[in-house]
């Protein structure tokens, strides 16, 4: 079992930058894979990002190039910094991971990009 607690969302103008945390209780990343998610109103939760034991990282297309993925392991912290905000990137972001089958997931923080 493990907890997963977001932070660092909030109000931004388009083109803004801000940097999401996902603090774990316990040491989890050097054995998997977490990953940002989001979701949009009226829309179905959306992989963002991912990385995984070994430091390898994927991300969904449209956040390619402005959003990178990191951790600190000695922290238990992953990181999801984002660049060049556009009003599209509105959304609560949630981290996950996935441990033997069950999926756990934070509280959420609410990202919004508005002028």
């Known amino acids: 079992q493990v907890q997963l607690v977001e932070s660092g969302g909030g109000l931004v103008q388009p083109g803004g930058s801000l940097r999401l945390s996902c603090a774990a209780s316990r040491s989890i990343f050097i054995i998997y894979t977490m990953g940002w998610y989001r979701q949009a109103p009226g829309k179905q939760r959306e992989l963002v990002a991912a990385?995984?034991?070994?430091?390898?990282?994927n991300y969904e297309d449209s956040v390619k190039g402005r959003f990178t993925i990191s951790r600190d392991s000695a922290k238990n912290t992953v990181y999801l910094q984002m660049n060049s905000l556009k009003p599209e990137d509105t959304a609560v972001y949630y981290c996950?991971?996935?441990?033997?089958?069950?999926?756990?997931w934070g509280q959420g923080t609410q990202v919004t990009v508005s002028s």
């Open positions: 996950n991971v996935d441990i033997s089958g069950r999926g756990y």
């Open positions: 990385i995984t034991p070994g430091g390898r990282t």
